[in-house]
């Protein structure tokens, strides 16, 4: 028994220097930030104002790498199974803990084959309107669905969970219509095609601050609205935030996601990085590793509940 317990603990002793030598050695080569959208959305947007800085501090190029498909499921998957050495990171947002009450099984497992690092930036839900919709905020919107009951339409950005939520919640029938990333929805959105579209406000300003869509509410206050009234109002319940973060391959060595995550945290410091953030409508992150992990799974528990509540069962 001693002579495994002794095994054990030179066993330890030798590879914790060697995750540190690790950790200290990244990045040895060009990293990957795998978007699981398309080009174009507000994950894209996210992605591309921390990379010049990551850049610099990695003194190696970051690059944007869009994998889209099957809900962010292929780009998620591409990375679960990439090497966990900190080259290929994932970027993704709520929709990953949204997953397993949408899907019944998946390529990977969200509670182990990803490695939370950090959050990266919080951003409000938002629910607008094409301006040819009679309705100027969520209150008159809610009176025209039950006038209505079926006849309305709202796009989302891959998943169907947040239109559910405000529909059981406002006791509403309004029809789901999925788009496979808040590009497209935005561009439909715009165009008239989809009369209304739930989204991040990182996904929707632009277009709300053109006037080709108009903005009803807000998920909770928003420092790019600040006078968008907030959904839960006229809507008690309704919390639906969204947020994009940064996960690591299983495997990759603690020392290693550390340094990441202290990095990417910094960079999220930076003045002007902060800034750019805020003008698309996020509030930067830089949670730890432990306190992102701990918001995944409490997220993932609370949309399983409300997929179980409204009926829908996982393909």
């Given amino acids: 028994m001693r002579s495994v317990l002794w095994t054990t603990v030179i066993a330890t002793a030798l590879l914790a220097p060697a995750h540190a030598v690790l950790a200290q050695a990244f990045p040895g080569k060009m990293v990957r930030l795998v978007i699981p959208f398309p080009v174009g959305g507000s994950s894209d947007a996210n992605a ?3 990379i010049p800085f990551l850049s610099e501090r990695w003194k190696q190029q970051v690059i944007v790498e869009s994998r889209p498909g099957a809900a962010t499921i292929v780009g998620t998957d591409y990375v679960a199974k990439s090497p966990p050495d900190g080259h290929t990171l ?3 947002s709520t929709q990953y803990p949204q997953s397993p009450a949408l899907f019944a099984k998946l390529p990977y497992d969200p509670y182990t084959d990803l490695v939370p690092v950090t959050l990266v930036t919080l ?28 006849e309305l339409n709202m796009g989302n950005a891959g998943n169907m969970l947040p239109t559910l939520l ?12 999925p788009y496979k990333g808040a590009g497209p929805l935005m561009i439909d959105a715009m165009g008239g095609h989809v009369p209304l579209a739930i989204g991040a406000v990182s ?8 006037g080709r869509v108009r903005m009803l509410g807000v ?5 790019a609205f600040p006078d968008a009234p907030v959904i839960a109002k006229d809507v008690p319940g309704f919390d639906a935030d969204t947020w994009f973060g940064l996960f690591a391959p299983r495997g990759t060595p603690k020392d290693l996601v550390m340094r990441i995550r202290d990095d990417v945290a910094a960079v999220l410091q930076l003045p002007v990085v902060k800034q750019r953030l805020r003008d698309i409508g996020g509030e930067p992150g830089g949670q730890s590793p432990d306190e992102f992990a701990t918001r995944v799974r409490n997220e993932i528990a609370k949309w399983l509940r409300v997929a179980t509540a409204a009926g829908i069962k996982p393909q």
Avoid: C, D, W, Y
């Fill in 123 to 150: 951003s409000p839900q938002a629910i607008v309107a094409h301006p040819s919709l009679p309705a100027r905020n969520v209150k008159e919107l809610i009176a025209l669905a039950r006038a209505r009951p079926g």
């Fill in 90 to 92: 994932l970027l993704n």
């Fill in 166 to 177: 405000f529909t059981m919640l406002a006791n509403v029938k309004i029809e789901n219509v």
């Fill in 48 to 50: 591309r104002i921390i």
């Fill in 203 to 210: 996904s929707v300003q632009a277009a709300v601050r053109s």
């Fill in 219 to 223: 998920s909770s206050p928003s420092a």
